[in-house]
């Protein structure tokens, strides 16, 4: 589609937004102030940036474009980077930021924020390694299977449209792909090492080869059997809609992987064996800066994090050397370190036994600590949470567990994912910090709060800033402890293997990109200085590789709601209420650091 067509296209999106009440006025028919005017308008605006992006739409529990996916073309990006600059001007054009509330100017300048950022990002287009980790090839059947959900015929018939639709979508990131190999830019070698095999992953088992079941062909089976099951379809009519995915799966989707797949193979060719950051890459140096900007949203340097890195290192090792005392361990930090990775007592057995034990553990945690809650927050999480293993397709040895949020009305709970290929890069002893940053009280209770917030604009609900969100996670191992938890010393010790790790992505992102180190040299700083099983090490240290700058973000954003927090504490004294603390901190959805702390300031007098 051209890209006028493209561009007539979204603004007609935008101009037929209707409000949800009518313009100027409150439902109850009263005047709107400027604030709630904004809210409004925001809202609108909203619905509009949502339609560029059928699957976010369907990540939060919205059917419409169900039958659509993305299109991840250059043409598109410069659409939705118009709309963005014609939206900001219709905001300065349209509203007195001075007669707005504080929170209305946050949100005034959030979105100014996002054009910003898009600004900056254009740049640097190229930069993204588009069939690295958690690339699209795994991405959309993920997206099928987790979030696409099927309660009537229509559902599946949007699913089947979506697998039609696969091919495009594919071709797109293939396109983007290769125009930026044709600039220099290619990922690193074991990307597409781990691309082509989670593709023969995906496409193992029917309907793409004769033996087995694919993933996808699993969930399209049951949803369509579960139709049955309800009495939405008769047996005749779950056939047919077999046979049109099937189709759509053979004729689009395979030979799509086949062209991905093809090109990675022989691209290969073209990179070394050897992989090295982003300072090879054609204005690497100033990519970088912009990265470690987004990343962390404060002006930091290179040198500055990693000296930063280097001084937490220091820090919380010499805590280490203080629980290794303590259960009688002699020897040196780092045969301690050995210890812990080499003896069976801290590990489940790798068996689907063992898998499960290690699941419901983490699961014990979490019970446990939900009860603590009320006491350090106001505002607490109302959406359902799990904990599961990453599916096969997409599961890495040592890979890093994470986080996928739920819906708003918790018909899809939140969802804690670990990857369990190999139990030996899953240590017992760091699991209860694990479990607290990726539930409770970190990512599920920090994202289910952010997605119920009511008298925000809808965008705020939604976006996030990693500093925010990762340094909130890092915190939230932290806080188990104050919160009386950690009371085994392996566990507590576990704490600070997750805490001295973010501090080491410090030294370990920086060394890679800023100052040459190759793969190894940052290996083995990284098993020098923690207990982390080698697969988990070679996991984590390729991911710094894959996405520059994001492993700053968590202790950045740790130290700074800290720093915050001793500001508040040391200004407040006695009048200090760590709930309405928490609650400040939650209250408004994820915030640039800047922005985060002027509100706190903001509280802080307010409450003097």
Request: hydrophobic letters at 40%; aromatic letters at 10%.
């Amino acid at each position: 589609m051209k890209y006028g067509m493209l561009l007539v296209l979204a603004l007609t999106v935008l101009v037929g937004c209707e409000p949800t009440q009518p313009t100027g006025q409150t439902l109850s028919g009263e005047p709107l102030t400027e604030s709630q005017r904004l809210n409004q308008w925001l809202d609108r605006e909203f619905v509009a940036y949502l339609d560029f992006s059928p699957l976010s739409k369907t990540r939060r529990g919205d059917k419409s474009d169900y039958d659509k996916l993305d299109d991840p073309s250059d043409a598109a990006a410069d659409v939705r980077l118009a709309w963005r600059r014609s939206s900001v001007a219709s905001l300065k054009a349209e509203f007195d930021r001075a007669a707005l509330d504080a929170e209305a100017k946050r949100s005034y300048d959030l979105w100014v924020l996002m054009l910003d950022r898009a600004e900056a990002a254009l740049a640097y287009r190229r930069y993204e390694y588009v069939f690295g980790r958690n690339g699209p090839h795994t991405g959309l059947p993920n997206a099928l299977i987790n979030y696409h959900k099927v309660d009537s015929a229509s559902d599946m018939q949007a699913y089947i449209a979506r697998l039609k639709a696969s091919a495009d979508y594919f071709d797109a990131y293939l396109q983007r792909a290769k125009l930026a190999a044709a600039a220099g830019i290619r990922a690193p070698y074991f990307d597409y090492d781990v691309a082509v095999s989670q593709i023969q992953r995906v496409t193992q088992g029917a309907p793409f080869t004769v033996e087995g079941t694919s993933a996808l062909w699993a969930d399209i089976t049951a949803k369509v059997d579960a139709l049955v099951l309800a009495e939405s379809i008769t047996a005749l009519e779950a056939d047919a809609l077999k046979a049109d995915a099937k189709t759509a799966i053979l004729g689009a989707m395979a030979p799509a992987y086949d062209r991905i797949q093809a090109w990675l193979e022989a691209d290969r060719d073209n990179v070394s064996d050897t992989a090295t950051g982003v300072w090879a890459l054609p204005d690497g140096e100033a990519f970088y800066t912009y990265r470690l900007q987004r990343m962390t949203t404060l002006p930091l340097t290179a040198e500055a994090i990693h000296q930063t890195g280097l001084e937490e290192v220091a820090r919380i090792q010499a805590e280490m050397n203080e629980i290794q005392a303590s259960v009688g361990f002699e020897g040196s930090l780092q045969d301690f370190f050995t210890h812990l990775r080499t003896s069976d007592e801290f590990y489940f057995e790798n068996t689907d036994q063992g898998r499960e034990g290690y699941l419901q553990l983490a699961r014990d945690f979490i019970k446990g600590i939900e009860a603590k809650q009320p006491d350090y927050f106001g505002i607490l999480p109302k959406g359902p949470l799990e904990v599961r293993r990453v599916e096969a397709f997409r599961e890495q040895a040592g890979g890093a567990a994470h986080y996928m949020r739920g819906t708003k009305d918790g018909s899809r709970p939140g969802v804690f994912y670990a990857h369990l290929a190999d139990m030996r890069a899953m240590s017992i002893f760091r699991l209860e910090n694990l479990a607290y940053h990726e539930g409770l009280p970190g990512h599920h209770l920090q994202i289910s709060i952010q997605q119920a917030l009511d008298g925000l604009p809808r965008f705020r609900t939604y976006h996030g800033y990693t500093a925010y969100s990762e340094g909130w996670g890092l915190y939230s191992e932290f806080l188990g402890k104050e919160m009386g938890f950690y009371q085994d010393p392996y566990r507590d010790f576990g704490r600070l293997t997750g805490e001295i790790w973010r501090a080491i992505r410090l030294v370990v992102d920086t060394g890679i990109h800023a100052k040459g180190w190759t793969e190894a040299e940052a290996i083995d700083y990284a098993l020098t200085n923690s207990p982390r099983p080698e697969p988990t090490v070679r996991s984590e240290v390729r991911r710094y590789f894959n996405m520059p700058a994001q492993a700053t973000a968590y202790k950045v954003g740790m130290l700074e709601i800290q720093r915050i927090r001793a500001k508040a504490e040391g200004a407040l004294k006695d009048r200090f209420d760590i709930r309405d603390f928490h609650d400040q901190i939650l209250g408004s959805g994820p915030l640039p650091m800047p922005v985060l702390e002027r509100k706190i300031d903001d509280w802080i007098a307010a409450s003097l």
